[in-house]
C-alpha cells in the first residue's frame, strides 16, 4: 500500500523555530568484552529523528488537515510523506517518511479563527 502524502494545500512550516528536538537517533547499544572497554555500535542503520511540531491553520486548512489525520492516517496511526527540512532551509523542503508520535494530534484555537495543531513528528533521515 503506497503511503499518504501531506495535503499540498496545507502548510508544513513549523511555528517553533528553532524545533525542539526530543531525540535525534537511538541511543548506541554495548557490549561487555572479557578484556578491555565495552564496544559500542550504532542500534539502527535507519535514523528516526523526533521534533515537536506546531502548525497554524486557518478553518479551512484545519478541517482539511484533521480530516486527514483522522480519516486518511486511520486516527494518526499510518506513516507518510511530508516537507520536512532544516529551519534554516529554503523552499521547497524534501519529502520524507514521517509518523505522528503515539498518533497523537492535538489542537487549540489562536486568536479569534485560527488553529494552532500540536505534535511529535518522527522523521526518517531527517
Keep these: ?45 535507519s535514523t528516526w529523528t523526533q521534533l515537536a511540531y506546531q502548525l497554524r491553520f486557518t478553518p479551512e486548512e484545519y478541517e482539511v488537515a484533521d480530516a486527514f489525520v483522522v480519516t486518511t492516517l486511520v486516527k494518526g496511526t499510518r506513516r507518510f510523506w511530508m516537507p520536512v527540512g532544516r529551519p534554516y532551509a529554503p523552499d521547497p523542503w524534501p519529502m520524507r517518511m514521517v509518523y505522528l508520535e503515539k498518533a497523537a494530534w492535538k489542537a487549540k484555537p489562536i486568536g479569534v479563527v485560527d488553529m494552532a495543531a500540536s505534535f511529535n513528528l518522527n522523521v526518517l533521515d531527517w
Design 1 to 45: 500500500m503506497a503511503l499518504a502524502v501531506w495535503p499540498s494545500q496545507l502548510p508544513y512550516r513549523p511555528l517553533r523555530s528553532p524545533y525542539d528536538m526530543g531525540q535525534r537517533y537511538a541511543p548506541g547499544t554495548s557490549t561487555e568484552m572479557e578484556d578491555g572497554p565495552d564496544r559500542m555500535r550504532s542500534g539502527s542503520t
